[in-house]
């Protein structure tokens, strides 16, 4: 086994060191840790590793996961952490309920904003957090709709909330915005809520309170397999294949970083479960 994992680290380029494995329910309940911590960790330059990083769920945090962190990352990236979009910013009296993201109810300590279509992309910038500058100044907005007849960059911002980036009587300027980490995903982990009609045969699942946006979520299959469920335009992941539960959940992110997340139960519809992972940040 050893000569095995020291050619999968040499395929890595990592180096001579023998990894060594642990099992999952010996690591440490922090946030998780990225590539490099994993990394550190195998050439035993850490004690210690966050939870979440048993990425193939065999019970066991190795070199395997190693590679399969790095082919995730490389598969699901979006785009690099800061990038910069610019379009132009308008205003609608929407409220906080009743958003394309559903993610009702929406807490009034956030300025909430819609989104483009193409920066939307099937909800994959749903509940993302983002600084959005004007001329006036930058505010911090949280994405709860769909914009779809906005261009790509345009985002169409809560009433209250145009007035601190631009003067109101403009209607329409320029605007920078990027995405940043979701505040109250420093300390906490994902939450998860089911959608109405939810059962053993036909399940829909929602990933909430995430750091950065969610671009991909699974659930291990009885082969031991993870099986990737479609994602529909109004933030939801739905599936008839998932069974009765508890689930095993793989969620990566649009940075590639991938967590997963054991012993999640159906739950009855529209109550949030807290999980246990969240993503590095």
Same mark, same amino acid.
């Given at each position: 086994?050893?000569?095995?994992?020291? /050619?999968?680290?040499?395929?890595? @380029?990592?180096?001579? %060191?023998?990894?060594?494995?642990?099992? %999952?329910?010996?690591?440490?309940?922090?946030?998780?840790?990225?590539?490099?911590?994993?990394?550190?960790?195998?050439?035993?330059?850490? &004690?210690?590793? *966050?939870?979440?990083?048993?990425?193939?769920?065999?019970?066991?945090?190795?070199?395997? &996961?190693?590679?399969?962190?790095?082919?995730?990352?490389?598969?699901?990236?979006?785009?690099?952490? /800061?990038?910069?979009?610019? @379009?132009?910013?308008?205003?609608? $009296?929407? @409220?906080?309920?009743? @958003?394309?993201?559903?993610?009702?109810?929406?807490?009034?300590?956030?300025?909430?904003?819609?989104?483009?279509?193409?920066?939307?992309?099937?909800?994959?910038?749903?509940?993302?957090?983002?600084?959005?500058?004007?001329?006036?100044?930058?505010?911090?907005?949280?994405?709860? &709709? =769909?914009? *779809?007849?906005?261009?790509? $960059?345009?985002?169409?911002?809560?009433?209250? /909330?145009?007035?601190?980036?631009? !003067?109101?009587?403009?209607?329409?300027? !320029?605007?920078?915005?990027?995405?940043?980490?979701?505040?109250?995903?420093?300390?906490? !982990?994902?939450?998860?809520?089911?959608?109405? $009609?939810?059962?053993?045969?036909?399940?829909?699942?929602?990933?909430?309170?995430?750091?950065? *946006?969610?671009?991909? #979520?699974?659930?291990?299959?009885?082969?031991?397999?993870?099986?990737?469920? !479609?994602?529909?335009?109004?933030?939801? #992941?739905?599936?008839?294949?998932?069974?009765?539960?508890? #689930?095993?959940?793989?969620?990566?992110?649009?940075?590639?970083?991938?967590?997963?997340?054991?012993?999640?139960?159906?739950?009855? *519809?529209?109550? &949030? #479960?807290? $999980?246990?992972?969240?993503?590095? =940040?």
């Amino acid at each position: 086994m050893k000569k095995q994992l020291l /050619a999968v680290l040499l395929a890595l @380029g990592i180096g001579f %060191a023998v990894p060594q494995t642990v099992s %999952a329910a010996e690591t440490e309940d922090t946030d998780p840790g990225n590539i490099g911590v994993l990394q550190d960790y195998l050439l035993c330059r850490a &004690d210690t590793l *966050p939870n979440g990083l048993d990425l193939n769920a065999d019970g066991e945090i190795d070199v395997f &996961d190693l590679a399969l962190m790095k082919r995730i990352k490389k598969a699901d990236t979006l785009e690099p952490k /800061a990038t910069v979009h610019t @379009g132009d910013a308008t205003f609608y $009296g929407g @409220g906080y309920v009743g @958003g394309c993201a559903m993610l009702d109810p929406v807490s009034t300590d956030y300025w909430i904003v819609a989104m483009n279509y193409y920066d939307w992309n099937n909800s994959q910038l749903a509940g993302a957090y983002l600084e959005v500058t004007g001329e006036l100044g930058t505010i911090e907005m949280l994405v709860t &709709d =769909e914009l *779809p007849e906005g261009k790509k $960059g345009d985002l169409d911002l809560y009433t209250d /909330a145009f007035p601190l980036i631009a !003067p109101v009587e403009k209607g329409r300027v !320029p605007c920078s915005w990027h995405i940043i980490p979701r505040d109250t995903a420093a300390d906490a !982990p994902f939450s998860y809520r089911y959608k109405e $009609g939810s059962t053993e045969f036909w399940c829909g699942v929602q990933v909430r309170n995430h750091r950065y *946006p969610v671009t991909k #979520f699974e659930y291990l299959g009885e082969d031991g397999q993870f099986i990737e469920v !479609p994602r529909r335009n109004y933030n939801y #992941f739905e599936t008839m294949d998932m069974g009765a539960g508890p #689930f095993t959940f793989r969620i990566t992110d649009i940075y590639g970083n991938a967590v997963v997340d054991k012993d999640v139960p159906l739950m009855e *519809p529209d109550v &949030d #479960f807290e $999980g246990s992972v969240q993503f590095p =940040e």
